[in-house]
């Protein structure tokens, strides 16, 4: 898995991280009454703030990531405080395809399990 494959992405998927938009997968939290997810944020470069003032949005094949795994309690979810008892169980910052695939192999985690974010309960 050195050489990031294209392949094991689902085309909407693949084309949301090109165009910068955030995955999801849920995964075990740390205990009873936590919920816990990963999340891929593709990185804005200066060339996407740009596009976005023009009223577009710029896909780009090369982004860097940054991977988070959240722990949350599971009460306050649904709340304006989601963030209230969250952990950063763990982070990093990827420089390509390639290197995503990677971290997301040393994680355990699979491309299909990623998902939009409004098709999971995560609150960010």
Same mark, same amino acid.
Request: glycine share 6%; charged share 30%; aromatic share 8%.
């Given at each position: 898995?050195?050489?990031?494959?294209?392949?094991?992405? %689902?085309?909407?998927?693949?084309? @949301?991280?090109?165009?910068?938009?955030?995955?999801?997968?849920?995964?075990? *939290?740390?205990?009873?009454?936590?919920?816990?997810?990963?999340?891929?944020? *593709?990185?804005?470069?200066? #060339?996407?703030?740009?596009?976005?003032?023009?009223?577009?949005?710029? *896909?780009?094949?090369?982004?860097?990531?940054?991977?988070?795994?959240? &722990?949350?309690?599971?009460? %306050?979810?649904? =709340?304006? &405080?989601?963030?209230? =008892?969250?952990?950063?169980?763990?982070? @990093?910052?990827?420089? &390509?395809? #390639?290197?995503?695939?990677? #971290?997301?192999? @040393?994680?355990?985690?699979?491309?299909? %399990?990623?998902?939009?974010?409004?098709?999971?309960?995560?609150?960010?």
């Amino acid at each position: 898995m050195n050489e990031h494959d294209p392949a094991q992405w %689902q085309t909407d998927k693949l084309n @949301a991280l090109r165009l910068g938009r955030r995955l999801v997968t849920e995964v075990s *939290p740390s205990g009873q009454g936590r919920r816990a997810f990963v999340d891929i944020r *593709p990185i804005r470069a200066d #060339a996407d703030h740009v596009a976005s003032r023009e009223g577009w949005v710029r *896909p780009d094949r090369d982004r860097t990531f940054k991977l988070e795994h959240w &722990d949350y309690d599971a009460d %306050q979810l649904d =709340g304006f &405080d989601y963030d209230a =008892g969250a952990v950063l169980v763990r982070a @990093a910052t990827v420089a &390509d395809g #390639a290197e995503l695939d990677t #971290a997301l192999h @040393a994680w355990n985690l699979l491309p299909g %399990q990623f998902l939009h974010p409004w098709d999971t309960d995560d609150p960010r």
